[in-house]
T-cell receptor, first 115, second 115 residues
Framework: AQSVAQPEDQVNVAEGNPLTVKCTYS??????LFWYVQYPNRGLQFLLK??????LVKGSYGFEAEFNKSQTSFHLKKPSALVSDSALYFC?????????????FGRGTSLIVHP | SAVISQKPSRDICQRGTSLTIQCQVD?????MFWYRQQPGQSLTLIAT?????????ESGFVIDKFPISRPNLTFSTLTVSNMSPEDSSIYLC????????????FGPGTRLTVL
């Protein structure tokens, strides 16, 4: 079975400071991991993914995430937060091989960047 | 990538009535997904709609409550029937990307409020 946890409902950070949004997962095989962002009144937009290879994945809008197999984590990071980064962030996982074709989403973390 | 539109973008409905949500994709896709996003909760998959066959519903969701149509490869509808305030949610249409490692693409969502 595949599952994902986002332990923080909300993350607050000052503009210009680094940000981290946490995600941990559980799979039987190898994970495909995804981060999505949802701005107010918008659908989810893809940010980045880890399939295989380099553990540090770079994505849109300056975001990156590090795959850590031993800690079963895939935390989203950005070196310097912008007010415009304020949004809802979702982590998702697919178990491979043999897992569901459809990923499981975390409950989302609301990121608030203060000016 | 896929561009997805949904109608309506939002609606306020009375208890006991039904609302049909439309989802249009700019390319032909075999599978379309319908999700529910309740306040403070994760995305919950309602059903998978394949063209030419009955939709497959997830545990806790039934066809009588959420009938789905899939008349062609670019369009689907989800009806929320006999609504109650507990049905107040954002309903999202989604399609898979190309191949097992690709992301999902989401529509902008329909924000439903049931009074």
């Amino acid at each position: 079975a595949q599952s994902v946890a986002q332990p923080e409902d909300q993350v607050n950070v000052a503009e210009g400071n680094p940000l981290t949004v946490k995600c941990t997962y559980s799979v039987s095989g190898n994970p495909y991991l995804f981060w999505y962002v949802q701005y107010p009144n918008r659908g989810l937009q893809f940010l980045l993914k880890y399939i295989t290879g380099d553990n540090l994945v770079k994505g849109s809008y300056g975001f990156e995430a590090e795959f850590n197999k031993s800690q079963t984590s895939f935390h989203l990071k950005k070196p310097s937060a912008l007010v415009s980064d304020s949004a809802l962030y979702f982590c998702a996982v697919r178990d491979t091989p043999g897992g569901s074709y459809i990923p499981t989403f975390g409950r989302g973390t609301s990121l608030i960047v203060h000016p | 990538s896929a561009v997805i539109s949904q109608k309506p973008s939002r609606d306020i409905c009375q208890r006991g009535t039904s609302l049909t949500i439309q989802c249009q994709v700019d390319s032909q896709v075999t599978m379309m997904f319908w999700y529910r996003q309740q306040p403070g909760q994760s995305l919950t998959l309602i059903a998978t709609a394949n063209q030419g066959s009955e939709a497959t519903y997830e545990s806790g969701f039934v066809i009588d409550k959420f009938p789905i149509s899939r008349p062609n490869l670019t369009f689907s509808t989800l009806t929320v029937s006999n609504m109650s305030p507990e049905d107040s949610s954002i309903y999202l249409c989604s399609v898979p990307g190309q191949g097992s490692t690709d992301t999902q693409y989401f529509g902008p969502g329909t924000r439903l409020t049931v009074l």
